[in-house]
């Protein structure tokens, strides 16, 4: 039975020919795993941990060690992988905090490239399914320790992991945000400054009715995804023909950032405004969000979260739009490639379509907006100097330092409820006190595709490979030589697009959200009358 359950969980992937596993060989010294469980009823469904361990000794002897990213915990305890695991934990369907780059990549080096070791070693990443969080880290280090262009690191691991017409291996589009992000790191001396910034504005145009935008950051090491802002209707602007950028903040046209009209998304001063009547879809306006009070976020990472909600009936309100988006203030302020003097103030732009969807794919219900601004300024100490508050200068250490791990989430995961394991997605919700400040900008109801879509299999296209690329992994007398092995050119050539965004297995990251009083009734919407 356990066995079947693994299979018709994992369908989408082939199982590993010589143990029955979800496992492939990135490079041959790179293995992406799923989360592998020591807890009923998971390792009926997921990797047996007692399994891989046999497996990665048998192929690897003690010449293998974990890395994990799974904030929402491993499922088993160190002692069962001999202690040799190193924890990074961060949020499902997220990019991790950039901070932990420099470390993730220093250890993994350190590890496979320790000169003390004569046998090759390799490094087993995994998160939940083995892919967005998985890949991330696998594509950084191909990017940043062995040379490999973005492009080539996606293919590979994309070639490696994914069924053929399945999408990319990684495909949300924070996470590729991310790896560009990475890559931009490694060609500028690995150099991030990390830095408090203030989120001034959210400027969106074609807002429709019963929107929530809250702005949300990284807080306890990255395990945790917090709201420090949701915004309400009495901080909104709706924003009538020309207005939009004399209200704007003056950062708009400040000298240290990107001129108003060098803004693709924005239209310059004097054009027409984009408003309900003329929106790329009707029912929305151009509004300008100001926060009341300010919303300062203790690192560079932001992240915009959208939710739409349209009133059902008796305390109801149903969900019919989730997404979001991550940026990195210090690389859109063009940090890197300038010596680590990034900008001070900036604008980062996103269209609907280009934002992160539900659990990781593509679809985020019915269309929220058309497009946003955030207006950021990163946090002066406040006196006469200009220096930046509570600045902090993070290199990759070198071989041979210590390298700093975050603290590890605990493996049971006792806080792991099942309204936590459901994550943001459409339905109902029972309304709450929290909820009824909710901006609604625009009293029309754009049309678009039904939230009753389910969302696609979680782990839809993930398949295995050995070393060498073959499906089949052969015993060998012998240990395998295990060096990064160079982009193969004999790969096809896979699309990476939104077009193609494929869900990362696990649940939703969890966030303290304004509206976290609000109780998920089911997974998919139901009509008033059916609820009742």
């Known amino acids: 039975m356990a066995s079947i359950l693994r299979q018709i969980v994992a369908s989408p992937r082939q199982k590993h020919a010589e143990a029955g596993l979800d496992l492939c060989y990135v490079t041959d010294n790179i293995i992406a795993t799923s989360g592998p469980s020591s807890t009923f009823p998971q390792r009926t469904y997921r990797n047996p941990t007692d399994a891989l361990v046999k497996f990665l000794d048998y192929k690897h002897s003690t010449h293998w060690a974990i890395w994990e990213f799974r904030a929402e915990g491993t499922g088993y305890p160190d002692s069962e992988v001999y202690g040799r695991i190193r924890h990074f934990p961060w949020p499902d369907h997220h990019p991790p905090p950039f901070a932990l780059i420099p470390n993730i990549m220093a250890s993994m080096r350190d590890w496979l490239k320790d000169p003390q070791t004569k046998v090759g070693r390799v490094v087993v990443v995994h998160c939940k399914a083995g892919k967005g969080r998985s890949g991330t880290a696998a594509c950084s280090y191909l990017i940043s320790e062995e040379g490999w262009t973005v492009e080539d690191a996606l293919l590979r691991f994309t070639a490696r992991r994914m069924r053929s017409g399945f999408g990319a291996g990684v495909s949300i589009p924070s996470q590729l945000r991310w790896i560009s992000y990475v890559d931009r790191w490694t060609k500028h001396s690995k150099l991030y400054v990390e830095r408090q910034v203030e989120v001034l504005e959210v400027h969106v145009w074609g807002l429709r009715d019963g929107v929530k935008v809250a702005v949300q950051g990284f807080v306890d090491e990255g395990r945790t995804i917090k709201s420090f802002h949701t915004f309400h209707r009495h901080e909104r602007i709706i924003v009538e023909s020309t207005d939009a950028a004399a209200i704007a903040s003056p950062i708009y046209n400040s000298e240290s950032s990107v001129p108003f009209s060098d ?270």
């Open 263 to 532: 803004h693709k998304y924005l239209p310059p001063p004097g054009s027409e405004q984009i408003t309900a009547s003329n929106s790329l879809e009707s029912g929305g306006n151009a509004v300008v969000f100001r926060p009341a009070h300010p919303i300062v976020l203790p690192t560079n990472d932001i992240n915009i979260d959208i939710e739409r909600r349209n009133k059902a009936a008796y305390g109801w309100t149903m969900v019919t739009s989730v997404a979001h988006v991550w940026f990195n203030t210090f690389f859109e302020g063009d940090g890197p490639e300038k010596g680590g003097e990034a900008a001070v103030s900036g604008v980062f732009e996103m269209d609907w379509d280009a934002m992160d969807g539900i659990k990781g794919s593509a679809r985020k219900g019915t269309k929220a907006l058309d497009r946003l601004a955030v207006v950021w300024r990163a946090i002066e100490d406040g006196g006469t100097t200009g220096r930046l508050s509570l600045q902090q200068i993070i290199t990759e250490p070198k071989e041979g330092e210590s390298v700093p791990e975050p603290k590890a989430a605990d493996w049971r995961n006792p806080k792991h409820s099942n309204l936590t394991a459901i994550g943001k997605t459409l339905g109902l919700r029972a309304e709450s006190p929290a909820s009824g400040g909710v901006s609604k900008a625009s009293s029309m109801r754009s049309a678009g595709s039904s939230p009753s879509q389910s969302v696609e299999d979680a782990l839809a296209g993930i398949k295995t490979h050995g070393p060498d690329g073959e499906d089949h992994i052969e015993h060998g007398d012998g240990q395998p030589k295990l060096t990064v092995s160079e982009p193969d050119s004999r790969l096809p050539t896979v699309a990476i697009s939104d077009a193609t965004i494929d869900v990362e297995a696990g649940d939703g990251g969890v966030g303290d959200t304004a509206s976290g009083n609000d109780r998920w009734i089911m997974g998919v919407p139901t009509s008033p009358k059916a609820s009742r």
